[in-house]
């Protein structure tokens, strides 16, 4: 397969291309659809995890999958900083507790700690550690050419967001467990991690198996006919 070096596209005249992806019958998209919704209704967000080996291929493919999200003027406004080395993984978590154990401490305020009990999230973050894998996801605010030169980035925050949601559905499907975790404030990713200015820490997301004696909060989500409103005889 031939590829074509990325570059921006700013500026320059539109150019298309024929899309024509294979259409499946009708029945074969009903099964595909039921048994992806099936599969994805297993997915259960993890904090316990186990520290055996993931196949880093297998992040590196749902990194590359996240990469085809859709993003404002196609700017992909986003980083993916992954994180193997131990040391690196504890220094993330010694920062981010110091960030959570002031958090918990009154910094978040009554209503949002009300909100997070019947999780049982606390300010310690073990998670940071035994999980294999950790990805910190960077939005990049605007770009920022080689020579220092800036250009606004669009919908950056909406982009990134559908970005995690993808990187998300591509480790569940891959047979992994993951977490998005977002320590306030989280300016000590970009420092530990020797992030460029242009950059803004996003989420930081442990990947890995779920621990053998792993427990997850008991929680019910909204059915279908409370998330979605219809609007015609389909």
């Not at 539109?14 to 048994?35: D, F, H, I, N």
Request: neutral net charge.
């Amino acid at each position: 397969m031939t590829t074509t070096a990325w570059e921006p596209i700013h500026g320059k005249p539109y150019r298309s291309v024929g899309y024509r992806p294979p259409r499946l019958p009708a029945q074969e998209t009903l099964a595909t659809a039921a048994a992806l919704r099936a599969r994805m209704e297993q997915r259960r967000t993890v904090r316990q995890f186990s520290p055996d080996p993931v196949p880093t291929q297998a992040v590196r493919d749902a990194i590359a999958v996240a990469a085809t999200a859709p993003s404002g003027a196609h700017q992909q406004p986003w980083t993916f900083v992954h994180v193997t080395d131990p040391q690196v993984r504890r220094r993330i978590r010694e920062a981010a507790e110091e960030e959570e154990r002031d958090a918990y401490a009154g910094r978040l305020g009554e209503e949002w700690l009300e909100a997070l009990r019947p999780l049982g999230t606390d300010e310690v973050k073990t998670h940071l550690t035994d999980a294999p894998h950790l990805v910190v996801v960077f939005q990049q605010r605007y770009y920022l050419a080689p020579d220092g030169t800036t250009r606004k980035h669009y919908y950056v925050n909406e982009s990134v967001g559908i970005a995690v949601g993808m990187l998300l559905t591509a480790l569940h499907l891959s047979g992994l467990a993951a977490l998005v975790h977002t320590p306030s404030p989280m300016r000590f990713l970009s420092e530990l991690l020797h992030r460029p200015v242009n950059e803004k820490a996003f989420a930081v997301i442990p990947i890995g198996y779920p621990s053998p004696d792993c427990q997850v909060p008991d929680l019910t989500r909204k059915s279908l006919d409370q998330v979605m409103v219809e609007i015609g005889d389909a």
